[in-house]
Every structure is written in structure tokens, then in C-alpha cells.
């Protein structure tokens, strides 16, 4: 699957300054707390797609790529042939390839399961808003993905607890339906639970997407893959398939780690990771916080898994050691949202710190409803607490829209059978940008009217 666009960057950039411009003008910004519709059913689980390897033994299989430094991307796939190169050749035209880079390969066993040659490529230096072509240890089919911009507007798509299920790949129909230029996955990837081939599986149903745009991914509960002893590498298939650039950003582990990209600046964390303020991913994250320029990246986005913020039943208060240790470094660095995943639905908070609600804290969004086949969490909390507004048990995606440096548009889409429906919406204002946080951090308001 691939997407042809003739629009410009900068025609892009002039019509959604003018569509802020009317939009701002011409309605209003306050969005009450809601559920869902009475009149929408709630969709039952989906069955397991199994996604087989129909090419030859030695195609390339598995193909996703992911954002690399500011010009850098790395190619990674799989082969049955244990003997093929781990090389790129790449170019702007179709079949011909201007370049070529060489990178690395692994494998891993699981039990009885040996898992095909696992390449890894980095690419580049890449120009920004481009079209590149690829194939993959010199065999077809023939890729192609298109680089972010350098610099605002830039469009992400949020999708959390993903799954290979009927639910999944309708999921993915909507989200290739419309443009976007980067991929966040706050954990739960293929719910393969310690069976191997339900990843090789997975990587396969994502490929024409994973394939075309950047999917950058942190893990969550189903990535943990410990059993006794004999196999204690909790992460071994997760770190082998999805390695995220995290050396680049200081980090030690594959489990936390931050990028930059068109003028935001985005943290990966880690809720299976040690977080206390002794621990390698605290004083990381306290580091990388304070290297952020938002002169240079306005915004500041984390992803987790497990939310912080949650008025669901399922998994109530599962991320809250987290929380008490992390959240203030959140606050003092003025992080403008955070999305988690874990919870199988969608709610959406005011801005918040320590459970209340504040002008200058981040707003969190659950998107744990990518289509996983345990389905839906149903049941929330009556009444519905004043800092979540929006919450819904249905699955669908997300899209952030960065328009500039002070706003940037958040809309949810839920899957509604064939169609996405968009059902929640919100403009947000940047807090570097916000006269009332910019000076100094104020102490938590009891009080607070919901104008992001």
C-alpha cells in the first residue's frame, strides 16, 4: 500500500492556518464531561487474523521503519534465508536506488521457536516531506515510506493495545485512509503472549503500514515474555523486532527513550521499567527533560502505558506508583499531553496534576482501543468525576494535528462498522506558549475551566 500526495508542505500549512483561524472564531472551545451515545451498540471481540508468509523464502517480510536522529530512518524486516544481506538500497524514483547503507542482523529462541534473521538498517541522511523508495537485501517487492517534515504542521496518529484481530485491521483501513506523518504506539503491540509466531504474524499484518510511515512504540504489559528461569529476558522478541532509537536520546534501555521531530519533542516511557528516583529511567528521564529546548520543540508529548489518570474499572490504579514518582517532572517541565494505553477505551481529562484539575498540567488521553482481542472496557465510574470528559468504550484511533507552535487539534475516531466516525474532538493550546504557565508554575487549582 502506498499513498501519493500532491499537495505541497506549504499549501498544507496555509489551509489549516486559515482552518485554525475559523475554527477558533467560530466555536467554542469548552467541551463538557460526556459518554458515549446511547444509540451506538457496542461492538462484541473479533477473531484473531492470522496473517501467513506468501512471498518467496528469501523476501523480505515484517517491513516497518522508524525515525532515526533528524534525517535518519532504520529499516528493519525479517527473513527465512538466513544467509541474505542486511543492506537498503534506496532512492527518490521507483527502481532506481541512489544509495545503499549496510546494518546488522539477529535472532532469538523462544522454547522450540527459532525466529527467522532479523535486520536491522539505518538509512539516510533523508530529506524532509519525501517520498523515498526502498527494497530490502537487494530482493522485491519494492517499499516505499515519505519523511516527516522538518517542521510544523506535522500530523500523528495515536493508537495503543493494537492486537492482530478483525477489530486491528479495520483500524488500520481508517487510519491509511488519511494522511499522517508519524505513528505512536503506547504499548501492546501483537498480544502474541509468549507465542512467537503470532509476532511474526503481526508483523506481517502492519507491514503496508509500518512499511510507508514511521511507527515509533514503547511496551506495555503483552510485550513482557518472562517464563521462569530457563527464559528471564522479559523483552527478548520486543527488543529484537521493534528497536526504538534509544541510545540517541541518552538512554540505556529499549524500554524508555525520547526523539524530536518537526518541532515537538516526544518521551517513550517506560511502565515496566524500574521509575522510582533511584532508578536508570527517572534520572534519564529527569535529564532529558531538562535538555528540552521549546524555543525549538514547542511541544512536549509523552506516551505510557499504563495511565496515570483512569476512571475506568479495568485496571484501576495500576499506573500510580508511576504517577507519584514521575508526575512532578512532568509538571515542572510543562509536558502538554500524555497518552497511555492499557485500558481497552477512550477518555479523555482536563489538564491535571496531583488529581486536580490545573491550567498547567498535561491533558491525558487513554487509547488503549486499537482493537485488542480481550475487547472493551465497558464499565466506568458513575458519576463521571469532573476532570474526565470524554470517555467511551469503543475502539478507534486518534490523530494529533500540530498546527503551529502555540495550537494544535486532537479529534478521536471511533470505529463505527466500515466507517470513522470522528466522536471526540479539542483545540490545545501549548503551555510554552500560555501566558499563565510561562513565568512561573502556579500550585494546583481546585477550580478549572476546561479551555486547553
Not at 515519505?146 to 506535522?154: E, F
Not at 492482530?164 to 481508517?174: D, G
Not at 472493551?376 to 468525576?385: D, H, Q, R
Not at 486532537?410 to 510554552?432: F, I
Amino acid at each position: 500500500m502506498r499513498f501519493q500526495f500532491v499537495t505541497t508542505h506549504k499549501m498544507k500549512r496555509e489551509f489549516w492556518n486559515i482552518f485554525l483561524l475559523f475554527s477558533i472564531f467560530s466555536s467554542a472551545l469548552f467541551f463538557p464531561p460526556s459518554e458515549a451515545s446511547s444509540e451506538f451498540t457496542r461492538p462484541p471481540p473479533r477473531r484473531i487474523v492470522l496473517t501467513p508468509h506468501e512471498r518467496p523464502k528469501s523476501a523480505p517480510q515484517q517491513v516497518h521503519v522508524s525515525l532515526v536522529g533528524k534525517d535518519h530512518m532504520k529499516v528493519s524486516w525479517v527473513t527465512s534465508d538466513k544467509t541474505l544481506p542486511s543492506t537498503v538500497d534506496y532512492g527518490k524514483q521507483p527502481g532506481k536506488y541512489e544509495a545503499s547503507a549496510t546494518g546488522e542482523h539477529t535472532s532469538y529462541r523462544f522454547f522450540f521457536y527459532t525466529s527467522g534473521t532479523i535486520h536491522h538498517v539505518t538509512i539516510g541522511p533523508l530529506d524532509p516531506n519525501t517520498v523515498y523508495y526502498y527494497r530490502c537485501g537487494g530482493s522485491d517487492p519494492e517499499f516505499s515510506f515519505k519523511t516527516p517534515p522538518a517542521s510544523l504542521p506535522i500530523e500523528f496518529v495515536v493508537v495503543g493495545d493494537l492486537g492482530q484481530t478483525e477489530w486491528t485491521a479495520q483500524t488500520l483501513v481508517h487510519v491509511g485512509a488519511r494522511d499522517y506523518d508519524v505513528f505512536l504506539l503506547p504499548g501492546d503491540l501483537s498480544y502474541a503472549n509468549c507465542q512467537q509466531h503470532l509476532w511474526d504474524s503481526f508483523g506481517r499484518l502492519v507491514e503496508p503500514y509500518a512499511s510507508n510511515r514511521p511507527w515509533m512504540v514503547t511496551e506495555g504489559n503483552h510485550e513482557v515474555e518472562a517464563l521462569s528461569r530457563h527464559f528471564p529476558n522479559s523483552f527478548e522478541a520486543y527488543n529484537a523486532r521493534w528497536p526504538m532509537p534509544y541510545a540517541e536520546s541518552g538512554s540505556t534501555s529499549n524500554l524508555y527513550y525520547s526523539f524530536e521531530v518537526a518541532g515537538t519533542h516526544i518521551a517513550m516511557l517506560g511502565s515496566y521499567a524500574d521509575y522510582d528516583a533511584s532508578s536508570d529511567q527517572y534520572k534519564w528521564l529527569e535529564a532529558d527533560l531538562a535538555r528540552v529546548d521549546r524555543r525549538r520543540t514547542p511541544w512536549l508529548i509523552v506516551l505510557v502505558h499504563a495511565p496515570w489518570y483512569n476512571t475506568n474499572y479495568a485496571h484501576k490504579g495500576e499506573g500510580e506508583g508511576m504517577r507519584k514518582a514521575m508526575e512532578k517532572l512532568l509538571y515542572k517541565a510543562q509536558v502538554d499531553v500524555v497518552f497511555a494505553g492499557h485500558v481497552h477505551a477512550y477518555e479523555r481529562f482536563t489538564r491535571v496534576y496531583d488529581n486536580k484539575a490545573d491550567p498547567c498540567g498535561p491533558v491525558y488521553v487513554t487509547i488503549g482501543d486499537g482493537g485488542n482481542k480481550e475487547g472493551l472496557a465497558l464499565n466506568f465510574e458513575k458519576p463521571s468525576p469532573s476532570i474526565s470528559l470524554r470517555r467511551e468504550p469503543s475502539f478507534g484511533h486518534g490523530r494529533l494535528r500540530i498546527l503551529n507552535e502555540t495550537h494544535a487539534h486532537w479529534s478521536w475516531h471511533r470505529n463505527n462498522d466500515s466507517d470513522s466516525v470522528m466522536a471526540d474532538e479539542v483545540w490545545l493550546e501549548s503551555l510554552s506558549s500560555s501566558k499563565l504557565c510561562k513565568e512561573s508554575i502556579p500550585t494546583p487549582s481546585e477550580v478549572y475551566n476546561d479551555e486547553l
